[in-house]
């Protein structure tokens, strides 16, 4: 069974510093892994995607992730954290199950950023 | 291109009453989806659309929740009767290009409903 789970309900650094975003997932098969952002009133918008290919996978606005399989973890980083940075964000896994994408959002990880 | 999109965009009604939202996906897009995002917790996937079929339906409340794509474009999401936990913000989203591979689904604004 698929499931996600994102360590910190809450993350608070300074500007300048690095973030991290911490997401274990479970999956019976070979799963796609993505991180969605949420700013405040705002639609969700992809980060960035892993799809298979290179375990580093760079997105937009300087964030990254690497699909590590022995650890079952894709964990967000960037190397300075910007004001900007302050919004909601989902890690989410998908597998292709009898021909029907299945699709599960972690609970998301609030980042603030202090000044 | 023009984004995914969604009306109303809020919603208040009462209990035991009836709400439609509506959604139109980015032109071209095979796949559509609903969530439920209810306050403090990811987005919950209600159904999912590949051109006017539904694919997983899985988590819908199908004794009080509908929804159709009957010509494999834009989309209704209907509850009734509406109950207090069914206040969330409801999304949709579209994909392309189908279900051989995951790919990055494009989110409307949601409509937020308030049932008192």
């Known amino acids: 069974a698929q499931s996600v789970t994102q360590l910190d309900s809450h993350v608070s650094v300074s500007e300048g510093t690095p973030v991290l975003l911490r997401c274990n997932y479970s999956s019976s098969y070979s799963p796609s892994l993505f991180w969605y952002v949420q700013h405040p009133n705002k639609g969700l918008q992809l980060l960035l995607k892993y799809t298979s290919a290179a375990t580093l996978v760079k997105g937009i606005n300087g964030f990254e992730a690497e699909f590590k399989k022995s650890e079952t973890s894709f964990h967000l980083t960037k190397p300075s954290a910007h004001m900007s940075d302050a919004a909601e964000y989902f890690c989410v896994v998908s597998d292709i199950l009898r021909g029907a994408s299945k699709i599960i959002f972690g609970s998301g990880t609030r980042l603030s950023i202090r000044p | 291109e023009a984004g995914v999109a969604q009306s109303p965009r809020y919603k208040i009604i009462e209990k035991r009453q009836s709400v439609a939202f509506w959604c139109n996906p980015i032109s071209g897009h095979a796949t559509l989806y609903w969530y439920q995002q209810i306050l403090g917790q990811g987005p919950k996937l209600l159904i999912q659309f590949q051109n006017n079929g539904v694919v997983d339906d899985s988590q819908l409340p199908k004794d009080r929740f509908s929804a159709e794509r009957l010509k494999g474009v834009d989309s209704t999401l209907k509850i009734q009767p509406a109950k207090l936990e069914d206040s969330a913000v409801y999304l949709c989203?579209?994909?392309?290009?189908?279900?051989?591979?995951?790919?990055?689904?494009?989110f409307g604004p949601g409509t937020r409903l308030t049932v008192l």
């Open positions: 989203a579209s994909s392309s290009p189908g279900l051989a591979a995951p790919n990055e689904q494009f």
